[in-house]
């Protein structure tokens, strides 16, 4: 199966489209002013709207649902999060978690950037399709959830082995967004962060060399390799 991963957006807020010859998964859907940035990234990749067959949510938060309402109501692309962070993902619950510490460059980078791409245009998601902790879906890389409570309880991370990637949407960072600090920690703004440590155990093992984060530039290496340069 000929795969092809494209990054859409940037360090501060990403979101991903898995490309295959049945179609494409959109993992994570940015801030609601990346619609043309999205429509441009596929268009590159000889692509459009209408090749994407779904959402895939790491988890509920606002700054990872941008553009999934615009795509569902307008386009009928079914979008999907873990079932603990549907209510999130609808709006009808909010993360009041605390960002911990910060410096003012790089928040007010982050929050420029937010508002400058649409973050207080955010739609909640009026349907979604929940999934469970070991579903593989039935979409274009045959996506694979891993259960990650901690920085939300529905987070997930998503394996695509098609592309040799792992998606650990906010478990971890490579660049925090409050401080500008480049090394991997867990992210900001983690409702249960103490618990993070403990899931992300369930990855140890698997073989895949793109660790994907929400925030920050990919690590290349192995999950042992990210755990470690956690650990430090």
């Known amino acids: 199966m000929n795969a ?33 940035t999205l429509e441009r990234a596929l268009r590159a990749a000889g692509r459009g709207l209408s090749d994407i067959r779904g959402v895939v949510l790491t988890h509920g938060d606002s700054d990872h649902i941008g553009v999934a309402e615009w795509l569902r109501a307008t386009h009928g692309v079914a979008v999907h999060v873990h079932e603990d962070d549907a209510a999130r993902a609808r709006g009808e619950v909010k993360s009041h978690a605390p960002g911990g510490a910060w410096k003012l460059p790089a928040a007010a980078r982050f929050l420029f950037a937010g508002v400058r791409r649409g973050a207080l245009r955010t739609r909640s998601i009026r349907e979604v399709r929940v999934f469970r902790d070991g579903d593989v879906l039935d979409l274009p ?48 703004f983690s409702d249960a962060p103490e618990q993070t440590p403990d899931s992300l155990e369930r990855l140890r093992g698997l073989p895949e060399r793109r660790i994907v984060p929400g925030h920050g530039p990919e690590f290349h290496g192995s999950v042992d390799e990210l755990l470690g340069a956690l650990a430090r």
């Open 141 to 188: 890389g045959r996506p694979e959830i891993i259960a990650l409570p901690g920085h939300s309880p529905g987070s997930v991370a998503i394996r695509v082995p098609a592309v040799d990637a792992l998606f650990v949407g906010d478990a971890i960072t490579t660049r925090n967004v409050l401080t500008g600090v480049s090394t991997v920690a867990i992210a900001p």
């Open 4 to 36: 092809q991963l494209i990054r859409i957006g940037d360090d501060l807020v990403a979101m991903h489209a898995v490309a295959t010859d049945e179609g494409v998964t959109l993992i994570d859907a940015g801030l609601p002013g990346d619609r043309r």
